[in-house]
């Protein structure tokens, strides 16, 4: 079976309530993810179905280094490198803003710029998530104007996906 971007949004919710609450911060959650789309450098990209259960797994996978990703950073990323290294730039952000005392902004979900200039709205796990759907993929409740059959999401889809998930409000 196809999923739709509707299919994703759902399965991608129900993973998140399985999660709900998480004491997983969303550094240690972006570098379980960065690790795990690692694992899967050499295929063209990944299904909907194992972007969801990737969702699901970086909640307990333990956080791994993604020291090596830095220089492959891209502002559209289109290769598994520059997506993690995307990614390792998020988790930088985070890092500085965590030091910089920006985190504890209780108006930050309004967005906040961090250190490097970079734009934040999304600071935990599940909002990251579900924005990151919703603004790469138009994922949300079915609608029978809006779905599109997902058949494989590329490294340039899971890089939409990423910047959704930082910017998307």
Not at 42 to 66: K, Q, Y
């Amino acid at each position: 079976m196809v999923w739709t971007n509707a299919d994703l949004y759902t399965h991608a919710l129900a993973e998140l309530e399985r999660h709900q609450p998480s004491e997983r911060s969303l550094r240690d959650f972006l570098a379980a993810f960065a690790a795990l789309i690692a694992e899967r450098r050499n295929e063209a990209g990944v299904t909907p179905e194992v972007l969801v259960h990737m969702v699901g797994t970086a909640f307990t996978r333990p956080v791994g280094s993604i020291d090596d990703y830095r220089r492959h950073l891209g502002y559209e990323p289109s290769t598994v490198d520059e997506v993690i290294g995307l990614l390792a730039r998020q988790i930088d952000d985070l890092d500085e803003m965590h030091q910089t005392g920006t985190l504890d902004d209780e108006w930050r979900y309004f967005g906040i710029n961090a250190p490097s200039g970079e734009r934040w709205y999304n600071f935990d796990p599940h909002t990251y998530v579900e924005c990151g759907l919703v603004g790469a993929f138009d994922a949300y409740e079915p609608d029978a104007g809006s779905l599109v059959e997902l058949p494989l999401l590329t490294w340039a889809d899971l890089g939409r996906f990423v910047i959704c998930g930082q910017i998307y409000e």
